[in-house]
């Protein structure tokens, strides 16, 4: 009963047969120090180049490592079991070329991914704006990383977009600038527009007295004398800043009587019925019936 059953197995098992049981349990040895050994490698490489790969490089490369090293100890071990590698490895390889004309989207993915981990535009938790989107750098992977947005949605943009889209990095930096246009009447004058301004932004809690405030006057509007305040603050600070400014801004303008007007036109009737001027506003309390 027993040679029915030797039999029925491949070829490779019968010459194995006698010493199956410990081929086994030395291919199960080889899984497992290889393992033990991809955690060690992987621990050493990260304490080594770590602080130059960064949070970024330091999650590639790990993935990495494991991947080739898990890979590598599955092949010593069908080596140690006997198994005729090399025709596999054959036919692993013509599948391989196959494979790579399929894959080549993934394959660009990954070289894009090293040269993203090079350059290090961005870290874990940074803030980017990518083809539009906005969110934090939530994961990063061998083919793409993934952003969560504010509303709290999990968007997935592929390595290689990254290196051919204009890539924002909103929180590289430690302070960032709040710029707030305005528009004032022309009867204002324009020293004393200023001169609260910066009164203004030298009173608000989140703005920065180094860097100084960015305070121009950019030229005339259609309706109005236009203004730029640029205000610094902290990273942190910022959605703060974009609340409190202005509203501080337009208490201080109400105080000292500066006008902050309204879009308007005059339009004007044809010649035969003759000149009727009429004024268009978006003001709500004003009516043209």
């Given at each position: 009963m027993t040679s029915l059953y030797l039999a029925a197995l491949p070829e490779w098992l019968q010459e194995l047969a006698p010493e199956l049981p410990l081929k086994i349990l030395g291919a199960a040895t080889i899984l497992i120090g290889g393992?033990?050994?991809?955690?060690?490698?992987?621990?050493?490489?990260?304490?080594?180049?770590?602080?130059?790969?960064?949070?970024?490089?330091?999650?590639?490369?790990?993935?990495?490592?494991?991947?080739?090293?898990?890979?590598?100890?599955?092949?010593?071990?069908?080596?140690?079991?006997?198994?005729?590698?090399?025709?596999?490895?054959?036919?692993?390889?013509?599948?391989?070329?196959?494979?790579?004309?399929?894959?080549?989207?993934?394959?660009?993915?990954?070289?894009?991914?090293?040269?993203?981990?090079?350059?290090?535009?961005?870290?874990?938790?940074?803030?980017?704006?990518?083809?539009?989107?906005?969110?934090?750098?939530?994961?990063?992977?061998?083919?793409?990383?993934?952003?969560?947005?504010?509303?709290?949605?999990?968007?997935?943009?592929?390595?290689?977009?990254?290196?051919?889209?204009?890539?924002?990095?909103?929180?590289?930096?430690?302070?960032?600038?709040?710029?707030?246009?305005?528009?004032?009447?022309?009867?204002?004058?324009?020293?004393?527009?200023?001169?609260?301004m910066h009164e203004v932004a030298e009173t608000n809690l989140q703005c920065l007295n180094e860097p100084d405030p960015l305070i121009v006057f950019t030229g005339f509007g259609d309706s109005s004398l236009n203004f730029l305040l640029g205000a610094w603050c902290l990273q942190d600070d910022y959605g703060t800043l974009r609340n409190t400014l202005p509203r501080e801004l337009k208490e201080r303008f109400d105080m000292e009587n500066i006008e902050i007007p309204f879009p308007h036109m005059t339009l004007a009737a044809g010649k035969a019925l003759g000149p009727i001027p009429v004024e268009v506003t978006n003001d709500p309390a004003v009516r043209t019936d």
């Open positions: 393992i033990i050994a991809v955690a060690i490698l992987s621990r050493t490489s990260l304490a080594i180049f770590g602080e130059k790969l960064g949070p970024q490089g330091t999650m590639v490369v790990k993935k990495l490592i494991r991947y080739i090293g898990y890979a590598f100890a599955f092949i010593l071990a069908l080596n140690h079991m006997g198994l005729n590698l090399g025709a596999v490895l054959g036919a692993a390889g013509v599948a391989g070329i196959a494979v790579g004309f399929a894959a080549q989207t993934s394959l660009s993915n990954i070289i894009s991914g090293f040269f993203m981990i090079g350059e290090r535009p961005f870290e874990l938790g940074d803030i980017i704006e990518v083809d539009g989107i906005s969110g934090t750098v939530d994961t990063i992977g061998l083919l793409a990383l993934t952003l969560r947005t504010f509303d709290n949605r999990s968007v997935r943009i592929p390595n290689e977009t990254l290196v051919k889209t204009k890539l924002t990095n909103v929180t590289r930096h430690p302070i960032r600038r709040f710029n707030l246009d305005i528009g004032v009447a022309y009867d204002e004058n324009i020293g004393h527009v200023l001169k609260v």
